[in-house]
């Protein structure tokens, strides 16, 4: 029994319980402080989101919102809770940061490391200004874009006809166009339409198809197939004379038509007073966008080439024959259109009953010269003999913006990104001359449109950002160089976020800005970790040596903060970490969805790697070099209060 006593024989404390929570007390104030403010500068950094408008602020903002949320949560536990919790938990003897062997392992190789650090400062420091200014003409060989592409899991085919193609003609091709399509084995179902739906919010023409085409799962894709793949083989296959395609996707076309009128990718809008001018112009801007890389599915918007039935009345043969504009207009309206006859009920519903000729005779200009008239004079009279029935050319459609006529030449980017595409289209229709007459001018729409747009907004957001983080800091330090030190790491931070987007191929758009904004507050965190432990080891120094120049030497400086640096890296570490497991498994999601979380989470994995690796090394060398100057200066060290 003697081995039972000893199991549940109850140790005597190491320290008393008071002692124990004077511990915990003195601990939470010198690290809470920190902790709550990297906390609310990760919230500030992120409100300038907020100021998104359109598409991106409507994407963007519940992300904002949600993390917003969730981190004011998170500074209030970290001064209320997290101490109480610390209390009931961080009870017995505790062994020291080196009895870990992983953290033993991880020192024994950071050691050497930052003290070579502390040796070649000049070395060190000229090798991270190389890195940061190679990641100017990085960012600058990045292609842009307004948003990265959601794949839909779904093709919206668009081709454009002639505007006086018959309705016989577009069902004819809408059913070869359906059958071809089928015959690649990557599609499901093949839906299409031709013409206008039975509502009065789509006014397409005829001449407009559109077809939804929905695909396999990619596992039953044929292997090495990407959804690029499939489209370019459709559209190689669908080259039907009098036809021009175009590609893009059911949801961001609704989107596109509905912000800009503009139903793919990017538009030029001719405005002007004249139809046929708007024509000419319109002709003129395509010739000058041909053949540059990228523009695919190329077409003018036809403002002129429709087709109408005139029958015009000759009054005097009508009065010849005794009769008069509306026994003419009666006859032809139910020849052609139709008259009511009657009424059928069927249960509850009611249907009227139409009737006008059949197809055959009136599918012609010679057949509906032959309609008959009724003359109380001459009898049976046909139509010619009263009236000039004939094909007259007509706007298609008359579209008008701004209280001006407007046409438009659309294309879709393809194989290229969207902001270099349209910058070489731009200089490409400078260098035409004789382009525009006068009171003509021209408007880039669609996803530029948006995309100039988002520019402009994160123009002055990204400064914002960086003034609030940095009065953050002073308020965090009461020191203005305490908070240059830690916001010296944002531009770091930007080394691996650069390198990462390039890496993967992502061009730049609004979802990198968005990750890099919230890369920003990460990297201030790690940092204020560093430096509160840099100044508690200095307010070490004083205590042992006092704060003179006289007792103080550069070596006892330089041995502090590798103390300072070293001896708490665990925390430091596990900051870090933390990001990474949270923001790492996105890059193996898979699904509708990770095309726009892809491009957000890489700039801050990127980010936080080498904004860690400047704090963990060059942080306490720009540290130490402070305080040799302020040494030198002043004669004592400038300290500032860890536990507040």
Known sequence: MKWLSKIFKKSPQWITEEERLKVIEQSSKQVSRG???????????????????GQEGKLFHPLAYTKTFIMIMDALLVITLAPVLISFFMKGKFRPDNANPVNRVLERIY????????????????????????????????????????????????????????????????QVQDKIIKTVPEVDK?????????????????????????????????????????????DAKLQIPGVVNGWTQPIINRINMLATGIRTDVG?????????????????????????????????????????????????????????????????????????????????QRFSISVRLAQEYRNSVERIRRIPLMSPAAGEVPLSAVADVKFSDGPPMITSENAMLRGAVLFNVRGRDLGSTVKDAIDKMNQAKGMLPQGYYLEWSGQYENLIRGQQTLMWIAPVVLVIIFFSLYFAFHSIREAFLSLITVPFALIGGAYMIWFYGVNLSVAVAV????????????????????????????????????????????????????KRLRPKLMTVCVSLFGLVPVLWATGVGTDVMKPIVLPMIGGVLTSSTHILLVTPLIFLMSKEYELRKYGKLEIHETNH
């Open 35 to 53: 902790v709550f403010f990297a906390t609310i500068i990760i919230i500030t950094s992120f409100l300038p989101v907020f100021m998104l408008t």
């Open 268 to 348: 030029v809008k001719v405005y002007g007073q004249r139809l046929d001018t708007i024509a000419a112009v319109s002709e003129r801007v395509r010739k000058a966008l041909e053949g540059t890389p990228g523009v695919m599915d190329l077409y003018v918007e036809p403002v002129t080439g429709g087709k109408y039935l005139d029958i015009d009345v000759r009054r005097a043969d009508l009065a010849r024959y005794g009769l008069n504009v509306d026994d003419e207009n009666q006859t032809v309206e139910t020849a052609l259109g139709g008259a009511p006859i009657g009424n059928t009920i069927e249960g509850r």
């Open 190 to 234: 093949v839906l299409g339409k031709a013409g206008r739906a039975a509502t009065a919010t789509d006014n397409s023409p005829i001449s407009m198809i559109e077809t939804i085409i929905m695909l396999k799962p990619t596992s039953q894709w044929r292997e090495g197939k990407t959804k690029k793949d499939i489209i370019n083989e459709l």
């Open 515 to 566: 990750g890099f904004i919230a890369l920003f507050g990460i990297a201030v965190e790690t940092g204020i970790v560093m430096v509160i432990y840099l100044n508690d080891a200095m307010n070490q120094l004083v205590k042992q040596k006092g704060n003179s120049a006289g007792t103080i030497t550069r070596e006892d400086l330089r041995t502090h903060v590798i103390y300072g640096a070293a």
């Open 111 to 174: 050691e050497p490391v930052i003290r070579g650090v502390l040796k070649w400062r000049k070395t060190t420091i000229a090798v991270n200004v190389i890195a940061l200014v190679v990641t100017i003409p990085l960012l600058k060989s990045l292609g842009s874009e307004f948003m990265p592409p959601l794949d839909e899991q779904s093709i919206l085919f668009m081709p454009v006809t002639l505007p006086d193609i018959s309705n016989a003609e577009a069902k004819r091709i809408l």
